[in-house]
C-alpha cells in the first residue's frame, strides 16, 4: 500500500526534479521572438484581404482563441505559470495552485468574451485558470466543455470561491447572490455528430483519446476524478487528466454555401491514437470534405503538441495523424517552457520535454513521406502572444498574416 501511495503521490514529482534539474538551466530559447512567427510554406500564399478571416492567438502552453467574426473558442485557460518547486510540491499548504487573476486580466482580458470554452484534459497547465477567467467582466455564463473529471475540479472551487452575477457583489432583485462554478459545465459531445453551440456558426466534435506519456512511458496525475472536491485544487495531483480529448472546431459565415468555412483541428495532448479512433478521425476527415459544399475543402488548420512526441510507441505521431486528417496548415503549440513563472522572458524558452528541433525536422520528413499529400501549405510556428490572420480565397492557398499581442 505504501508502495502504491509513492507511485502515486511522489514519483511524479521525483521525475519532475530529475528532469527539471538536468535541462532546465540549459534550456533552448524557441527559435522565434514575441509576436514573431516562423512559417515553412510549400507555395507563396495569395493575398485576397477581403476575405474572410479566422484569427489564431496563442496565449501560451495550448492556450487559443479561435474567432471568426463575433463567435470564438477559448481553450485550456491557463496563463498563470508556475516555478518547478510549486509544481513538484506535495504539501497542501500553502495553495500551491492559485490563479493569478492580474495576469489573468492582462491575457484575456483584452478579447471579447468567448462563445465558449473547451478543456483538453484536466491537468493544471489546461485548466487552471477556468474559474478565475469566468470572474472577468461579462464571462460569468459563458459554458465550458470538458471531461466529468473537468467538472469534479471546478466544483472544488464553489464552496471557497463563490460565484457573484458578472463579478460583481450585486443584490438584485431577481437574481442570485451566489451559485456554482461547476454549473458552467458540459459534457464534450464525443457521439460523432457536430454539436451547435451558435446555431450553424460554431459547431464542434470532439474525440476520446490517450495523454502521451510524459517521461519513462509515465503520465502523470493520471486518473479521474468520481466526486466533486471540496476545496479548490491547491497541488498538481489535484487535476487528474481525466478524459483526453481531440477537438474539432467548425467556424461558419452565415450565407449557406457562400459563406465563409473555417475548419480547426486541435489535438492538445492526445497524442496517443489507437484502431478505433484512427477510423473515427478518418469519418470526420471524410465529412469535412464530402459534406461542406466548398471548393478545396480539407481541415484546414491543425495544431499539434510538440512534447511527449518521443515518448510514444512507434514514434508514428504525427504522421499517423496527419495521414489521416491531411490538413492544409500544420500549428505547433505548447513547447514554451510553462515551468517558468517570469513570462517577461523574450524569446520564451522551451519546455524541457520538447526536443523541438527533432520534432520539427521529423514533422518535415513525415510530411514528405506522406504519398500524395497534395493539401499542405505550411507549418507555423508562432511566439507566444503572437495573433494569426487566416483569410481563404475560394482557390489557391490560405493567406496566412500576424500580429504581436
Known amino acids: 500500500m505504501r508502495s502504491a501511495r509513492f507511485l502515486t503521490n511522489c514519483l511524479p514529482c521525483f521525475l519532475i526534479a530529475l528532469l527539471i534539474s538536468g535541462c532546465y538551466s540549459a534550456l533552448d530559447p524557441i527559435p522565434v521572438r514575441k509576436g514573431n512567427l516562423i512559417t515553412i510554406q510549400k507555395s507563396e500564399p495569395l493575398s485576397n484581404p477581403n476575405e474572410p478571416t479566422l484569427t489564431i492567438h496563442w496565449f501560451g502552453t495550448s492556450s487559443?482563441?479561435?474567432?471568426?467574426?463575433?463567435?470564438s473558442v477559448l481553450t485550456d485557460p491557463f496563463v498563470t505559470y508556475k516555478d518547478p518547486d510549486k509544481v513538484i510540491s506535495i504539501s497542501r499548504v500553502p495553495n500551491k495552485m492559485t490563479s493569478d487573476y492580474r495576469e489573468v486580466l492582462n491575457r484575456y482580458g483584452n478579447i471579447d468574451p468567448p462563445t465558449a470554452i473547451f478543456i483538453g484534459h484536466s491537468h493544471y497547465d489546461h485548466m487552471m485558470d477556468t474559474v478565475a477567467a469566468l470572474k472577468l467582466p461579462n464571462w460569468r455564463d459563458i459554458p465550458v466543455?470538458?471531461?466529468?473529471?473537468?467538472?469534479?475540479?471546478?466544483?472544488?472551487?464553489?464552496k471557497d470561491e463563490p460565484r457573484v452575477p458578472n463579478g460583481l457583489c450585486q443584490e438584485s432583485k431577481g437574481i442570485p447572490k451566489v451559485d456554482k462554478w461547476s454549473e458552467n459545465w458540459c459534457h464534450s459531445n464525443t457521439q460523432g455528430k457536430w454539436k451547435k453551440i451558435q446555431g450553424d456558426s460554431l459547431t464542434y466534435q470532439s474525440f476520446k483519446a490517450t495523454h502521451a506519456p510524459h517521461l519513462f512511458g509515465i503520465t502523470f496525475w493520471d486518473g479521474e476524478h468520481t466526486e466533486d472536491l471540496k476545496e479548490p485544487p491547491r497541488i498538481t495531483k489535484d487535476f487528474l487528466t481525466g478524459e483526453t480529448y481531440i477537438h474539432f472546431f467548425k467556424f461558419e459565415e452565415p450565407g449557406g454555401v457562400d459563406g465563409a468555412i473555417f475548419t480547426v483541428g486541435l489535438v492538445g495532448a492526445a497524442t496517443e491514437v489507437d484502431g478505433t479512433l484512427y477510423g473515427k478521425l478518418k469519418n470526420i476527415a471524410d465529412d469535412i470534405q464530402n459534406n461542406i459544399k466548398k471548393k478545396n475543402k480539407k481541415l484546414d488548420v491543425l495544431i499539434l503538441c510538440v512534447p511527449g512526441w518521443d515518448n510514444i510507441d512507434g514514434h508514428e505521431y504525427p504522421k499517423n495523424l496527419i495521414d489521416i486528417l491531411r490538413p492544409r496548415i500544420i500549428?505547433?503549440?505548447?513547447?514554451?517552457?510553462?515551468?517558468?513563472?517570469?513570462?517577461?522572458?523574450?524569446?520564451?524558452?522551451l519546455v524541457p520535454s520538447a526536443k523541438f528541433n527533432e520534432f520539427l525536422n521529423k514533422l518535415q520528413k513525415d510530411i514528405d513521406g506522406i504519398p500524395g499529400y497534395d493539401e499542405f501549405?505550411?507549418?507555423l510556428i508562432p511566439g507566444v502572444g503572437t495573433t494569426l490572420y487566416l483569410n481563404k480565397p475560394p482557390s489557391g492557398v490560405i493567406n496566412v498574416s500576424r500580429l504581436s499581442r
Open 64 to 71: 487559443y482563441e479561435l474567432r471568426l467574426d463575433n463567435i
Open 145 to 158: 466543455y470538458g471531461s466529468p473529471t473537468s467538472k469534479h475540479i471546478l466544483a472544488g472551487y464553489d
Open 331 to 349: 500549428l505547433l503549440t505548447h513547447y514554451d517552457n510553462f515551468f517558468d513563472a517570469n513570462r517577461n522572458v523574450d524569446p520564451v524558452r
Open 377 to 379: 501549405e505550411s507549418i
